[in-house]
């Protein structure tokens, strides 16, 4: 084994196949990373603002911001399908940076409300949008980025332009976030390749197109079947969508850490920190989810071992849950606590790795699944927050610890199940392989006998 190997996977066998990985790995990666980074620039930054002066300017109350959370999960539950569905019609290049430029829109928009049940209006159809995202992009690459940026902005925005024009800071904050959106979409107009059999960018040659395909033969399937109830029979008589969709909707679960800011509203309510260091300080925890990410990402790559990711990330979250719930340790020890909780990023990557292999014989029955997977845990999301982690619950969160360490217990035996369920099949699939030989030689035994 080399590093070069292990970091980058098994080198090109011809300077073609180098040169085409190297156009495919640049432009795919620069646009997926992009539109992720706005995607999740957005959804961060509805957190950060609420601690940054949204929540006294609207006059929130209560599970106000919980509602928020919840109505953008709605919209994002109505949209992934039919956003799915649209992949399998339109090209990417063409619906990806059209829902991107509809949420770039409904950013600027957010910056201009006055109450918040215009948030509540703009945030579903919000969610509608970019619903598009998180399964186009694992559709197409099977892999995703997340950022630490949208704390550091909000602080850079608060610190330079609260007031400017008589505007909050956090108002400032959408309409920058709007700025980044839009000129990515039209970057995914011009440069995103879509897939090797329907992609038309001027950047590869017909021999690429050919050698992009032939590339992907005996590993994955990418031919479009036309649509039919014998794929929604096929889905459901096998075993892949239930195990995965409930491998995402429990495990995804252990993100409720980041995605609703839980270190920035203990920060908030404890006091004694500036609208700054709230907005700084919970960057860590991301920071260490893109560490978390990488190398594990890095790791499960080259094995093709995904199940001790989940065991690494359900433990950490164990952990971080207890030393949260230990209220009278240090203030040092929670604020390792929340960054070790950045371990929970680190699961979601590779749980769309592990679906993509498991489906990976299968084009269609991959792309339901991997929808299937986000739209469960977008369920279970839309109620969770609200049940297990209200704004009220600040500082301390003891019902969402607790089920923090029960949703990681969970985690670890569905992961366990799923594992078992991909070693059965590949033992089967491998005896219905060896059948056929063996009965091609008892026949030619047979006529060798019988010519004898």
């Keep these: 084994m080399t590093v070069r190997n292990f970091l980058w996977g ?120 970019e619903s598009s995202t998180f399964v186009g992009t694992h559709y197409i690459l099977g892999s995703l980025e997340r950022t630490l940026f949208s704390g550091v902005l ?45 992609t038309k960018v001027f950047y590869l040659s017909d021999e690429d197109r050919q050698l992009a395909a032939s590339r992907l033969q005996g590993y994955v399937e990418v031919r479009h079947s036309p649509l039919s109830w014998k794929l929604a029979k096929k889905v459901l008589t096998r075993w892949r969508w239930y195990a995965c969709s409930l ?32 907005d ?34 359900s433990v950490s979250c164990i952990v971080a849950s207890i030393c949260i719930l230990v209220w009278n340790s240090p203030t040092g020890l929670k604020f390792f606590a929340y960054y070790l909780a950045g371990a929970s990023y680190s699961g979601q990557a590779t749980t769309f790795a592990w679906a993509n292999q498991i489906c990976a014989d299968d084009d269609q029955e991959r792309a339901i699944v991997l929808a299937s997977m986000n739209m469960w845990n977008n369920v279970v999301n839309a109620w969770w927050s609200i049940v297990f982690y209200p704004a009220t619950d600040a500082p301390k969160f003891t019902k969402g610890m607790i089920a923090m360490i029960v949703i990681c217990v969970a985690t670890l035996a569905v992961t366990g199940l799923v594992w078992y369920l991909e070693r059965r099949e590949h033992r089967l699939g491998n005896r219905l392989e060896d059948t056929p030989t063996r009965d091609s030689e008892q026949e030619e035994n047979q006529s060798t006998k019988e010519n004898t």
């Excluded at 909000?154 to 400017?164: D, I, K, M, R, T």
């Design 247 to 278: 491998l995402f909707a429990i495990s995804g679960e252990t993100e409720s850490f980041g995605s609703n800011n839980l270190m920035g509203q203990w920060l908030k309510a404890i006091g004694g920190y500036s609208v700054e260091q709230t």
């Design 154 to 198: 909000q602080g850079a925005v608060y610190s330079n332009l609260n007031g400017v024009s008589g505007r909050s800071g956090w108002r400032w904050l959408f309409i920058i976030d709007g700025v980044i959106t839009l000129p990515i979409a039209l970057y995914g107009f011009w440069l995103f390749p879509d897939v090797p059999a329907t």
């Design 10 to 129: 098994q080198a090109p066998s011809t300077k073609q196949e180098r040169n085409l990985l190297f156009k495919l790995d640049f432009f795919i990666l620069s646009y997926t990373c992009l539109v992720y980074f706005t995607n999740y620039l957005d959804r961060s930054n509805i957190n950060n603002a609420y601690v940054s002066g949204m929540k006294e300017d609207l006059s929130m109350e209560g599970t106000d911001f919980n509602k928020i959370l919840t109505i953008f999960t709605c919209g994002y539950i109505v949209g992934m399908i039919p956003n799915n569905l649209m992949l399998q019609i339109l090209p990417p290049r063409l619906w990806l940076p059209l829902c991107q430029i509809v949420w770039g829109v409904l950013t600027f928009c957010t910056s201009a409300v006055t109450n918040v049940q215009q948030v509540y209006a703009i945030r579903f159809f919000q969610g509608i949008a």
């Design 280 to 313: 700084y300080y919970p960057s860590g925890v991301t920071a260490f989810g893109i560490l978390s990410t990488l190398v594990c990402a890095i790791w499960t790559d080259y094995t093709q071992v995904r199940w001790p990711v989940l065991v690494y990330m």
